[in-house]
């Protein structure tokens, strides 16, 4: 494969590839069901006809963290993550994709796509992110991203997801905690912005068994990025979505499968070490 074709497909694929893989793989927990304040409980929160809870006062935000980290074996095991590595099969509307991502707290991600005839990587060390294609007609070719593009790279390799960075890491702000809708079913939504200010973001929460069924991240250009969690299972006392689906707007973009999940095992430095030997294209 040219460079050309190369860097044609990457940049059509490779921030959807990522974008479903990460969150899928990330490790996703539930949360209690909260009380709702009544319009005799304290706080600041305002209320609708049916007297529930629009805007979350502070009491209810600290109640909703408690009860979430808990719910996950408390702070301690939770802050006490380092590392994970998962493989499986990424579904495309053109291909299926086995895939093998590494991940090391703090700061180091590695996602592994392999292709019939070659594989590619995306690298994120710190400070430094690059993707790398090994095989084909070139035996290492790699692109040092920069700017914007490192940018939401780096975002979409953080090793929690969204909702648990807004808990246990204080990375944001919610907005709303009322029940909806969901599908014709009822379910508990937190609305949440996040440290990036182009995104809002609402997740939708299963009553029955507490499990995270969907989030819809609203862009500041008005378009939608939906996914969908299904087949929990759990690894190391921890539960994750083994099938998650992702669509921009309507549009189906990937399926991610997860066959093997493992968290806190050795990881060798070496999966996130610049190939210094590689071609590095402009």
């Not at 479903?20 to 927990?29: E, M, P, R, S, W």
């Not at 319009?39 to 809870?53: C, P, R």
């Not at 599908?183 to 182009?198: C, G, K, L, Y």
């Amino acid at each position: 494969m040219e460079p050309t074709e190369f860097k044609a497909r990457l940049w059509m694929w490779g921030p959807f590839i990522l974008a479903g893989l990460l969150f899928a793989i990330t490790v996703f927990f539930v949360v209690s069901l909260l009380n709702k304040p009544t319009s005799s409980d304290s706080g600041d929160g305002k209320e609708d006809a049916s007297g529930q809870s629009i805007l979350a006062p502070a009491s209810s935000v600290d109640s909703l963290r408690r009860s979430y980290l808990a719910a996950n074996g408390g702070e301690a095991l939770l802050a006490g993550l380092r590392s994970t590595r998962t493989r499986g099969i990424l579904e495309t509307p053109a291909e299926r994709i086995p895939f093998l991502s590494v991940k090391r707290r703090p700061g180091q991600s590695l996602l592994r796509l392999k292709f019939p005839d070659y594989e590619q990587s995306f690298v994120i060390d710190g400070d430094v992110v690059w993707v790398q294609f090994t095989g084909g007609q070139r035996d290492s070719v790699v692109r040092l991203l920069e700017g914007d593009d490192a940018n939401r790279i780096r975002r979409l390799g953080t090793f929690f997801d969204p909702v648990m960075e807004l808990f246990l890491l204080n990375e944001g702000r919610i907005n709303e905690i009322e029940r909806g809708d969901f599908q014709d079913e009822t379910a508990i939504v937190v609305e949440f912005e996040r440290e990036d200010p182009n995104i809002r973001s609402k997740a939708y929460i299963d009553p029955d068994n507490l499990h995270l069924i969907s989030r819809v991240d609203t862009l500041s250009d008005g378009n939608e990025r939906r996914f969908f969690y299904s087949d929990y299972r759990e690894v190391d006392g921890v539960l994750m979505p083994f099938d998650v689906e992702s669509y921009s707007n309507e549009t189906f973009e990937n399926r991610v499968i997860v066959e093997k999940s493992e968290h806190n095992i050795g990881i060798y430095s070496d999966y996130f070490g610049f190939p210094e030997d590689a071609e590095v294209l402009e």
